[in-house]
């Protein structure tokens, strides 16, 4: 069984850092495309990043430049560096799983990111 666990999301001022976590646990981690969105409160969910199983990565244009996806394929993680936060950049933060053989898309439960003075 697949399960995916978010950690780091917390309250920041504008301007500042956070570090978001997945652990990914389910065989295959290697073929997995893994991928962060965000949904605001009265919002849909929409896509932040996402970083290929090859290692390639795009990012929604509202976050080029301050954010960044990485993974790391021995620990079974997939990390989103989020840096000069802004009030809008306030959401749950959500991880995705797309196994690109399986064609199985697998989410975890969110952590809350707040921005404000």
């Known amino acids: 069984q697949v399960q995916l666990v978010e950690s780091g999301g917390a309250s920041v001022q504008p301007g500042g850092s956070l570090r978001l976590s997945c652990a990914v646990s389910g065989g295959g981690f290697a073929l997995y495309n893994l991928g962060w969105y965000r949904q605001a409160p009265g919002k849909q969910r929409d896509f932040v990043a996402r970083i290929t199983y090859t290692g390639n990565t795009n990012y929604t244009d509202s976050v080029k430049g301050r954010f960044t996806v990485v993974r790391d394929n021995a620990a079974r993680t997939v990390g989103l560096q989020m840096n000069n936060l802004k009030p809008e950049d306030t959401a749950v933060y959500y991880c995705?799983?797309?196994?690109?053989?399986?064609?199985?898309?697998?989410w975890g439960r969110g952590t809350q990111v707040t921005v404000s003075s």
């Open positions: 995705n799983a797309f196994h690109v053989y399986r064609r199985a898309n697998y």
